[in-house]
Structures are given as structure tokens and as C-alpha cells.
């Protein structure tokens, strides 16, 4: 299930991951974030390995993901 999350999720942006933009995969990564995958133990890991990129990349963009969400939150 998780798997078919994170291809559905690549295919909607219609690019594979080193094809997005910084700004597609932080959309990417916030988006997954809001459907929950990151609550489990090690899916940063599985996520960053599925996408071609470090957990510590993934963990930068879920931050800015998130940050980018409290601030519309705000306004």
C-alpha cells in the first residue's frame, strides 16, 4: 500500500524524482506527509530510498513542507 502511495503520488507529477524540480519534490514529500507516511518507524528511510534521495534530504524537504503548511495555516 505504501509503495502504490508513493508511485501514484510520482506519476500525479508525471516526472521521476531526479526529473522534479526542488520545489515539486518538497510538494511531493509535504503531500505525502499529509496522507500520514512518515508516522512510521524507518518509512523516512524507505521514502528517501523509493525517491533516490537521502533521508536527510527527505527530512529537509518534509520541513519546509511543513513549514510552508503552518504558514498558510496562519494567513
Known sequence: MLDHLVSKT???????SDEMSREDKIRTVGYLDKKGLFR?????????????MSRYTIYNYLEAARARHAMKQKR
Open 10 to 16: 510520482i506519476e500525479e507529477y508525471g516526472k521521476l
Open 40 to 52: 512510521g518507524k524507518g518509512l523516512v528511510n524507505w521514502v528517501a530510498t523509493k525517491l533516490g
